[in-house]
């Protein structure tokens, strides 16, 4: 009941496909291999879309459908605009979804199955950004765009709430997340700090963002101890991993505090090094972590090298999405390996 209360959006009114409720999954040989006490992953792929970003357009597609809206806009890196389609398909509305080229194709096509219309532009997210910008000046759509719609971060909190339940009320000292534009991260930093104001939990777990070496715009900000990031250049982006490819993240200022209000840090991984991560994590614990996400796998092994993590830490890594949506990208990493290895 506690939960029905702490998201903005009614149950009743929710536009749902089943999202959410994913299984925290225990990893005792990460643990083992990282040196810390114990190690969860939190399964987003469980998603009726494949990944976290149901959770946010559930909430952003209800209020617009309570808001009278019939048609939604937004760009976005891939999944983001997979769901957003899925989701206006449910409440009968339309989607203009922009993407980057770069999007993986199953976003692209997924998309365009559920009759939402799509706009591929050539560049990175920034240029999907200024497409979608464009058009919204001469349109009247309900936006559910990264903290444009505040029901995003809002329905992200529930992440927070699901792992806190699901290790018995304890509270991990760590939790670390494949950090693009930051909208689960800062969602998951407010429905931690809200379950302390309410009395639910003493403590704030760490929150920690996982980027990408070759676009780190929050890590550089953090490093730097800078209350806001610098645009890290679409020309300096130099990573596959499409999701957290995102270089000029407006909502820094809200990231870096939640970092800096929970205890937690960032830290950056080489794509080489993040994929290697989601290939031995499908070897030992069977679980498919996305390209994008096993930058929260990655990171958190950087931490526990550098002693941020500790041996009897418990720390919670977000697998913001399924790994057969980056089938691709995973499949071709193999590739490299075996090739350098004749
Ligand atoms: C699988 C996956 N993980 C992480 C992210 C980054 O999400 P956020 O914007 O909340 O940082 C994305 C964004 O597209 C994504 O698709």
């Given at each position: ?50 990944t ?18 019939d ?17 206006a ?14 999007a993986g ?38 936006s ?7 029901y ?52 704030l ?43 000029d993240p ?93």
């Open positions: 009941m506690a939960l029905r209360r702490a998201v903005a959006v009614p149950r009743e009114a929710a536009v749902s496909i089943g999202e959410g409720a994913t299984p925290l999954v225990e990893c005792p040989a990460l643990a083992d291999a990282m040196g810390v006490g114990e190690v969860y992953i939190k399964d987003e792929g469980h998603n009726p879309t494949g976290f970003k149901d959770r946010g357009q559930t909430g952003a597609v209800t209020a617009a459908a309570q808001h009278g809206a048609t939604i806009a937004l760009n976005t890196a891939g999944n983001a605009g997979q769901a957003a389609a899925a989701y398909a449910r409440a009968d509305m339309d989607a203009h979804v922009w993407l980057a080229e770069r194709y199953t976003q692209k096509a997924m998309v365009e199955v559920h009759g939402g219309e799509l706009h591929v532009v050539e560049g990175e997210i920034t240029d999907a950004g200024a497409g979608y910008a464009e058009r919204m000046e001469q349109e009247d759509w309900y559910t765009k990264t903290f444009v719609t505040p995003r971060h809002e329905t992200k909190k529930t992440m927070l709430y699901e792992t806190v339940e699901q290790l018995d009320w304890e509270v991990p000292d760590a939790v670390v997340y494949p950090t693009g534009g930051g909208v689960g991260l800062v969602g998951m930093h407010k429905g931690a700090t809200e379950f302390r104001d309410l009395g639910l939990i003493d403590d777990p760490g929150m920690y963002a996982a980027q990408a070496a070759g676009c780190a715009p929050v890590v550089r900000a953090w490093d730097e101890g800078k209350s806001a990031h610098e645009a890290w250049g679409d020309e300096n982006i130099s990573t596959v991993l499409n999701g957290i490819a995102v270089p407006g909502a820094s200022p809200m990231i870096l505090d939640a970092l800096e209000e929970s205890g937690g840090g960032a830290v950056a991984a080489s794509d080489e090094a993040i994929l290697d991560a989601a290939v031995e994590i499908a070897r030992t614990e069977g679980v498919e972590m996305g390209a994008t996400c096993a930058a929260a796998a990655a990171g958190a092994f950087d931490l526990a090298e550098s002693g941020e993590l500790g041996g009897e830490d418990t720390v919670v890594l977000l697998n913001t999405g399924a790994g057969n949506k980056d089938v691709d990208t995973l499949r071709s990493h193999l590739g490299e390996r075996e090739f350098e290895a004749e």
